[in-house]
């Protein structure tokens, strides 16, 4: 393909999961049917045939839209990369992913294989549902207003600032009611404010049951070194170590996804092409909206990898 600048691949998080998602790549690719039959046996049950067929409230259980997603996502990455070697999709310089796509970036980064992965996304995704459970609590987006304002609706409705994904684009958790408190608040503003079907208040310190568990399954696996540096959610700096990314990992389920800012910092070290590798095109519109001159290309379909080898 033709040269597009300093690559970096961004993964992406729950709420990009479409029933339906990676039937194609399954039908007409070897190396991309491997991967969802792979989680078929890691996890015990047919994945793939949630992902094919649904049924989409299924599908969209955190516990079971997280380990997809992650499926999915390297299910593209192989696809794309084989047959013919990786000279198809240029080399990244950074790796970054939203939420549960920071998994699929240590796949990548040859921190962690695809299995051990997958039972960790797996299990992420079932803590942080168990501690909606126990302390249910919901997430919704702001449109509109900015972060400062933000900050203090969270502080007046005792809610906690969790996605900073773009100017004019942020997400709020919280506890429930406060959560409603909140959109109610920022609609009486006339500015738009969208509750998120999500099973608890996710990247807050609601979390904080599911981030304990999870540290102590952590600390049972042995991390390698990254081969590509991950830009990290929490700081929107780079990890370079096991045990930076392990630490991560923990602050990530009970802090703010600085999306914008990992963005930013990216495209300060010389990124000006970003590729979405996974259902959807959620984050490559978020890099234009971060900053309108970069190039962005999705791997999330058949016909996609065909274009990108095509430039």
């Keep these: 393909m033709a040269e597009v600048g300093n690559i970096a691949y961004v993964f992406p998080g ?3 999961q479409k029933v339906g998602m990676g039937r194609d790549l399954f039908d007409n690719s070897p190396y991309a049917k491997s991967v969802f039959l792979e989680a078929d046996n890691v996890l015990g049950f047919s994945l793939s045939k949630l992902c094919f067929e649904g049924p989409e409230e299924e599908l969209r259980q955190t516990v079971n839209a ?3 997603l992650l499926t999915m996502s390297i299910a593209c990455y192989q696809a794309a990369i084989n047959p013919g070697g990786k000279d198809h999709v240029p080399a990244p310089t950074f790796l970054a992913g939203h939420s549960l796509g920071e998994y699929t970036a240590l796949v990548l980064a040859e921190v962690l294989d695809f299995s051990t992965a997958l039972f960790l996304a ?4 079932r803590l942080m549902h168990e501690a909606g459970q126990k302390t249910p609590g919901g997430m919704a987006a702001i449109l509109g207003m900015d972060e400062a ?9 005792g809610t906690w600032l969790a996605n900073i994904n773009c100017p004019g684009q942020l997400v ?6 406060n959560i409603v408190r909140a959109i109610d608040l920022v609609k009486s503003k006339s500015i738009r404010a969208i509750p998120l079907q999500v099973s608890g208040a996710f990247h807050s310190p609601l979390m904080q049951p599911a981030a304990e568990d999870l540290s102590a399954i952590i600390g049972r696996l042995h991390f390698k070194e990254p081969v590509v540096p ?4 929490t700081s929107a700096q780079q990890l370079s170590n096991a045990k930076a990314i392990k630490e991560e990992l923990m602050l990530q389920l009970t802090n703010s996804v600085q999306w914008q800012r990992s963005v930013e910092f990216m495209i300060s070290n010389g990124i000006s ?5 996974g259902s959807g095109n959620v984050l490559t519109g978020l890099a234009k909206r971060i900053n309108k001159n970069v190039k962005t290309l999705n791997i999330g379909s058949m016909a996609e990898i065909v274009n990108i080898k095509n430039q």
């Design 149 to 157: 304002a933000v900050k203090e609706i969270c502080q007046t409705t």
């Design 273 to 277: 092409t970003f590729i979405e590798i």
């Design 66 to 68: 997280q380990p997809a």
């Design 172 to 177: 709020i958790s919280g506890a429930r009611d």
């Design 230 to 233: 991950i830009v990290a959610n």
């Design 14 to 16: 729950q709420g990009s």
């Design 122 to 125: 797996r299990e992420r995704g």
